[in-house]
């Protein structure tokens, strides 16, 4: 049983969940507390209201591991941008993980934007991730992201998303049925309009809402 979030890090590196340093330094400077209050350092997924959860830390833990190409480097304009970002757990994981970056959250509640940002704040950090309202399945404007993680299930690949990354980019999206068992698929963007697919794991997650192609 974890009781600080020092001890859940600790877990998940012990089970073999994270095997990078950069995913336990990130995890460490993320007080999950802060984002959720309710058993923040047990390893399952909580409500967060509007009908959406906080995904169990595990979750978190190799989601970044899978990104970790995109994510753990350094250059000039890297961007991160978490699709679903809910309580914006993600989004400050990510920003951890990489304090060259900029990230970004899009969320389509509006309640939850609010929660989002008002739970960035309390890390006290100079730079906060930014949240912003709208949907992961329109037009995402002009950025161009070296990452790009979806909190929720899609029912197929959002075009928007595999536009939206940069040519060596790296996409990591819950796919398939809804209300069902998806697939956590890892899309790599080779050239402007090439990119490959890799099965990761078959998980369950919230639906996407509002899916238009
Ligand atoms: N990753 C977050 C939340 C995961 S729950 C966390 O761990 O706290 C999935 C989130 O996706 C919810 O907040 C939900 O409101 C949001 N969402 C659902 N459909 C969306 C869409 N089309 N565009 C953007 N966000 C969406």
Redesign the pocket.
Known sequence: MAFTNADLVAGLKREGIISSPFVERAMLAVDRGL?IPQNPYVDSPQD?G?G????APHM?AYALELLKDAVDKSGLDIRFL?????????CALLAAANREATVEG????PE?VEL?KKNLQKLGWERVPEIRQ????QSLGVERYDAIHV??AAASLPTELVKALKVGGLLLIPLGPQHDTQFLTLVHKKTDNEYTTRRVMAVR???????KN
């Open positions: 984002f967060i509007s959406q959860t906080i995904s978190h978490d699709v679903g970002s809910g309580s914006g757990y993600f899009i969320e389509l509640v939850l989002g709208g949907s992961g399945w909190g929720a997650y919230v639906p996407l809402v509002d899916q």
